[in-house]
């Protein structure tokens, strides 16, 4: 395959053939989900010499020769170097919402290539959702005919998808939201809601439930997830357990007597009690559940993965009830302006983001963009997170909800903010210049053109003004 290499294609220039010696482990492991990542890269007047432990070890050492050409005013360069690299986190994820606004797979495809060339590994792909239901089901096709408004991948769209992300490196997650976010779930389904008659408004799309009581929502889940987790072979699925509207449930007479049976006090348990069923679906299909971090508001089975969105305090308790965690909170896209509830650190405090006055100030006064920095400067692992409990950190995601951003919007949101991201999951903690951020970032911002992302420009002309000298 060919790599987009930002010197060569810029001013259509062509980098002298090079030998290139790829040496890959024979590890079985290095297949399947805990693909074996690291890599050594000696470039020399020799040639190319790139040693993988396994697939994905190539694919990153690839992504960083292509980072290794330069173009100057005598033409694209190769830069020698001696590397051993390896990741600090197994899961360096984005995650992107096609429920709200649905999106294009050529606009997919895009993230995963850009992905590609900065060693991000996880697409994580929120499917379901108030607002639509997104992929074709084969058992329960009233899903996309009552929920999706004909917008939603086909199943070869979406194997195609699988297998596009597998060359590159990066595995799907799927995500299908229950028992909250449940609305496109429950026009198919309305016998399964909380709320009867379901209410189709508009405004009840982000509260609307699945009454967790009756068999029919797990017979539901059951073959639903079944069908999906066929469809997405990776290890790992998500369930949501998300923002479940206690009122939902509160308001159904039905549920509380059920709740005051079975003696769960609050809506909490009774979440709690739901998610160990679905716990249970996932493992008999062979399956590792991911959930938001409500659904540990109750004990449930410390295997379930933790993807915490809503703060540190969520960060540092999962982590001590020894959940493996994926931090998303801090590292929301969706958001054009940083300084909202979902930023951990605030990005116009030099203190907190690691820089000094000085510099915070020069970078405001040129108009850059404190939220890159922040968004580079942010640590997943924090203190006072203790050594044991950052052991459970499995590593991070950018999320990107799509109320307010469409397929067109797709791109400018991302990048380069996730490529800052990227560094941040990749890298050691220690890596924290921020000029040295901006000028390896003109080098990327190069490559990311030639993937075809819109709306690099003026990033990009942005970053090379930003960048020292
Ligand atoms: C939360 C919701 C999500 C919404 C987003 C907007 C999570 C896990 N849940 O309210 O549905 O789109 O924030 O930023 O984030």
Request: without cysteine; negative net charge; hydrophobic residues 40%.
């Amino acid at each position: 395959r060919v790599f987009p290499v930002a010197g060569g294609a810029a001013g259509g220039g062509q980098v002298a053939s090079i030998p290139v010696f790829i040496h890959v482990g024979e590890d079985p492991d290095a297949l399947t989900v805990h693909a074996k990542e690291n890599y050594s890269l000696q470039v020399n007047a020799t040639g190319v010499t790139l040693t993988a432990d396994g697939p994905d070890g190539v694919v990153h050492g690839l992504a960083t020769l292509a980072q290794l050409v330069t173009r100057d005013e005598n033409g694209p360069k190769l830069a020698f170097a001696d590397i051993t690299d390896s990741p600090r986190f197994p899961w360096r994820g984005i995650m992107i919402d096609t429920s709200r606004h649905f999106m294009a797979v050529s606009t997919l495809q895009r993230q995963i290539d850009a992905m590609e060339l900065l060693k991000l590994n996880v697409l994580h792909l929120h499917l379901s959702d108030g607002t639509g239901f997104r992929v074709e089901s084969k058992t329960l096709p009233e899903l996309t005919a009552k929920g999706s408004h004909g917008q939603y991948y086909t199943q070869r769209e979406l194997k195609d998808l699988v297998a596009y992300a597998a060359d590159r490196g990066i595995r799907v997650v799927p995500e299908f939201d229950v028992p909250g976010h449940a609305l496109a779930l429950l026009l198919a389904h309305p016998e399964l809601a909380a709320q009867s008659p379901v209410n189709p408004d508009p405004k009840n799309k982000n509260t609307a439930a699945l009454d967790p009581t009756v068999p029919g929502t797990l017979r539901l889940v059951r073959r639903l997830y079944a069908e999906m987790g066929r469809l997405f072979p990776d290890a790992y699925f998500h369930s949501g357990g998300d923002e479940v509207d206690p009122d939902e449930w509160l308001k159904n007479p039905k549920i509380v007597a059920y709740m005051k049976e079975n003696g769960f006090a609050t809506p909490q348990a009774l979440q709690a009690h739901f998610t160990v069923e679905v716990q249970k679906i996932l493992a008999d299909q062979g399956k590792i559940m991911v959930g938001w971090d409500e659904v540990s508001e109750a004990p449930i089975p410390k295997d379930v993965v933790m993807d915490v969105w809503r703060s540190s305090k969520f960060l540092s308790s999962a982590s001590a009830d020894h959940h493996p965690v994926i931090v998303s909170a801090g590292y929301y896209l969706d958001l054009l302006q940083p300084a909202s509830q979902h930023y951990l650190v605030d990005p116009y405090d030099p203190a907190a983001n690691g820089i000094t006055r000085a510099q915070a100030d020069a970078l405001l006064a040129k108009g850059g963009r404190p939220d890159l920095v922040n968004a580079f400067l942010k640590e997943p692992a924090p203190p006072p997170l203790t050594d044991e409990q950052k052991s459970y950190i499995l590593g991070g995601e950018a999320p990107l909800w799509s109320e307010l951003v469409t397929d067109e919007m797709l791109d400018a949101r991302f990048w380069p903010r996730a490529a800052a991201i990227a560094e941040r999951f990749w890298s050691p903690a220690s890596v924290r210049d921020v000029p040295d951020m901006y000028r390896r970032l003109a080098v990327v911002n190069a490559e990311l053109q030639i993937t075809g992302l819109q709306a690099q420009a003026n990033t990009h002309r942005m970053a090379l003004r930003l960048s020292p000298g």
